[in-house]
């Protein structure tokens, strides 16, 4: 049975990902902060296996390495992820504007956006190299294309995602000895309690056409920073 880790699975893109995997005739590893009554109800009569943690505690995250020593990953979706929001929605907006820098926000948003990708993936190189086809993705956005910038603002978010990126790339070469393939996925902009109600598309149209990106993928994609709908996005 084909298997696969996904970060931030309680909720969003994330739980829609693991449900769609299970359709799929998947085994699920879900993992995220805490549980939702919508996770454990796909965890009933399901191959989904739920581990619940902080995912900025290197210490917990190699831990959850340690428990899953052995079990070969086919996929690992970097998915879990934050914008750089405090209190209202307005407020939020205003603190990732320019004149608006606040430090300890951007760590936090860094923390769980890049530096947890980072470490899940040199934790987890091994568990995707078991597998005849191992693939990296990590959930990155269309605000890190820098060629897409047309009208600034949202700092944290596009800076970490370009991060995101960035990383990728670099792991598409220092991967690739292992038969490892490392993408960053641009999920579309999705109806979620981050995409915002006024958002294009469904979280099941997102997720079913990233998944059908992910099977399809092979070395020769690797480096790639690719939409939802299969299509190349411009860095």
């Known amino acids: 049975m084909a ?6 699975a309680n909720r969003g893109l994330g739980l829609g990902l693991a449900q769609t995997y299970l359709d799929d005739g998947w ?3 879900a993992v995220c902060r805490k549980p939702s009554d919508e996770l454990h109800a796909l965890a009933k009569n399901s191959p989904l296996k739920c581990f619940f943690l902080d995912l900025t505690d290197d210490d917990e995250l190699e831990q959850l390495a340690e428990d899953l020593a052995g079990q070969p990953l ?13 209190g209202s929605s307005q407020g939020g ?10 430090r300890s926000l951007w760590h936090r948003v860094f923390d769980i956006n890049l530096f947890t990708p980072m470490k899940m993936a040199e934790l987890f ?27 600034g603002g949202l700092y944290a978010y596009r800076a970490s995602k370009a991060g995101v990126n960035a990383i990728t ?20 902009w999705v109806r979620t309690d981050m995409g915002g109600k006024g958002a294009d598309l469904t979280i099941e ?17 690797s480096g790639k920073f690719l939409s939802y709908d299969g299509s190349e996005m411009p860095w």
């Not at 996929?75 to 750089?84: C, E």
């Not at 190189?125 to 990590?138: K, Q």
């Not at 149209?205 to 994609?221: C, N, P, R």
Request: net charge negative; hydrophobic share 45%; no cysteine.
């Open 169 to 188: 790339k670099s792991m598409a070469f220092d991967l690739a000895e292992k038969g490892i393939t490392a993408i960053a996925l641009h999920p579309g």
């Open 27 to 29: 085994k699920v590893i």
């Open 74 to 86: 086919d996929v690992l979706i970097n998915n879990a992820g934050r914008m750089a929001k405090t």
């Open 125 to 151: 190189a091994p568990h995707l190299a078991a597998s005849e086809n191992g693939r990296l993705v990590t959930i990155s956005s269309m605000l890190g294309s820098m060629e897409l910038n047309a009208r």
């Open 3 to 8: 298997t696969v880790l996904i970060t931030g």
């Open 93 to 102: 907006e205003s603190v990732q504007g320019f004149g608006h820098f606040d």
């Open 205 to 221: 149209a997102s997720v079913t056409g990233m998944k059908t990106v992910i099977d399809g993928l092979d070395s020769g994609d």
